[in-house]
């Protein structure tokens, strides 16, 4: 049989990897806390992992177990994990895998909170080494022989510099490296992290997965691509039978269970039946950044827009490379005239919110507010000017949101 289409599959994911009760079209949603077994030696080998079964829901659960396989499937990896946020995915994960000591490799334009975390771990004794992930001779130069990590987004956010993943995931592979990619920006339908050699995938389920601002989640993907035998993190107790296993079995347990950044069942319903629509919702999102963003690369009132697609940016033809569309993020810069908060203002169909991956489009000044807490040099390094806009493309229709940001324009004009 023929492999079905992304949305056929995801659209039946549940149905046929979870097998719903009563012959649900969706796993139901399971709010217990506890779990009880008859014969307690069942309970002591699911704790012991002798048996798969759940145990307390902080741990797992069945609602968001059939997410994680949903999740696993779309990546085609070897098992997921979710978690309340996608920073608690991302603090569980770095958190139960690094060491004091370690050195790690990370992109000088990680999104801000994630940058905060890294200096977290700076604090905890975690040496890393901040560098431009556009180019591999960066991480080449930066790499020592005590590093374990590299660790970037696929599309930074704001300015949209896109990584070299091709090349740092291949000079990974050749150091038995493990390389995390947060690919919040560009899910499954727009990148394929295999082809990269990615080891984990990280992501903020709260964006495009679900994809309706109503529900919060995040996740780690492991890709089996990524000899788990060479990492020497891994404690005794999680070295199972399958090494496939042992990083998330650490995870699980080190990040996880210890840290408790527990998904809640019903937000994995929420994100399950989000993901059904995502290449629909995706299509339509980049379809609209694209045409927005070359009508305003002519506009006369716009200084600089930053987004892949276009030609002039310094990673297109990498973005090209990489992914079937250039994302739904773009950012700009206005004439040196014009506030940007009042122009922010003048938008009527435009969200001032700080969120992105929503069908609705939003925007916000970036410096003095999602990256305000970084500090202006660490924002000059990022390439943030203090009038930076950054906007979150929606599925609105075009022609509407080119009518907004016209009207704008004109009222700052009078």
């Known amino acids: 049989m023929a492999k079905r289409g992304f949305t056929t599959q995801l659209i039946h994911a549940d149905r046929q990897l979870n097998s719903p009760e009563f012959g649900g079209a969706h796993s139901s949603t399971t709010q217990s806390v506890l779990f009880e077994y008859q014969d307690a030696q069942e309970l002591v080998d699911v704790f012991q992992g002798k048996k798969l079964g759940h145990v307390y829901s902080r741990s797992s659960s069945g609602s968001v177990s059939a997410l994680q396989n ?12 979710c978690f309340a946020t996608g920073m608690a995915a991302i603090a569980s994960t770095l958190m139960a895998l690094l060491r004091g000591g370690d050195h790690i490799i990370v992109s000088q334009f990680l999104f801000g909170n994630t940058r905060s ?7 905890f004794g975690v040496r890393i080494s901040y560098v431009d992930v556009t180019d591999i001779r960066n991480v080449v130069d930066a790499y020592a022989p005590d590093t374990k990590m590299v660790f970037c987004e696929t599309i930074a956010n704001p300015v949209t510099q896109v990584s070299d993943c091709e090349a740092i995931g291949k000079f990974c592979a050749e150091n038995k490296l493990l390389f995390v990619l947060d690919n919040t920006m560009t899910p499954a339908y727009l990148f394929d992290a295999k082809n990269v050699k990615a080891s984990l995938l990280v992501s903020s389920l709260t964006k495009y997965i679900g994809g309706h601002g109503n529900v919060l989640g995040g996740s780690v993907v492991d890709t089996g691509l990524f000899d788990w035998r060479n990492f ?32 809640a069942p019903d937000s994995a319903s929420r994100l399950s039946v989000g993901m ?27 200084k600089q827009v930053f987004y892949p697609g276009l030609a002039e940016h310094p990673q297109h033809f990498i973005a ?3 992914f079937s569309s250039f994302g739904a993020i773009l950012s700009l ?4 005239h014009i506030d940007p908060v ?32 970084n500090g202006p040099e ?18 609105e229709d075009i022609d509407d949101l080119i009518a907004d940001f016209t009207q704008a324009f004109n009222q700052l004009g009078k």
Not at 276 to 296: D, F, P, S, V
Not at 353 to 371: N, Q
Not at 378 to 395: C, E, L, P, V
């Open 342 to 373: 009042a122009f922010l203002n003048e938008l009527n169909l435009v969200l001032s919110a700080t969120h992105l991956g929503d069908t609705r489009t939003l925007a916000l000044p970036v410096a003095s507010t999602i990256f305000y807490e």
């Open 378 to 395: 660490a924002r000059a390094a990022m390439g943030i000017s203090d009038t930076m806009i950054r906007f979150s493309i929606g599925i």
């Open 70 to 81: 949903m999740l696993n499937h779309m990546e085609s990896g070897v098992g997921a994990l």
């Open 276 to 302: 059904e629509t995502l290449a629909l919702r995706l299509n339509k999102a980049c379809e609209n950044a694209l045409q927005l963003a070359t009508w305003l690369n002519s506009h006369s009132q716009v």
């Open 320 to 322: 090209r490379q990489l």
């Open 232 to 263: 020497d993190n891994i404690h005794a107790a999680y070295k199972g039978a399958d090494d496939s296993q042992w990083g998330l079995t650490q995870i699980k347990k080190r990040g996880l269970r210890d840290i408790g950044a527990t998904l």
């Open 333 to 336: 810069e206005l004439a040196d």
């Open 117 to 123: 975390l890294m200096q977290t771990l700076e604090d």
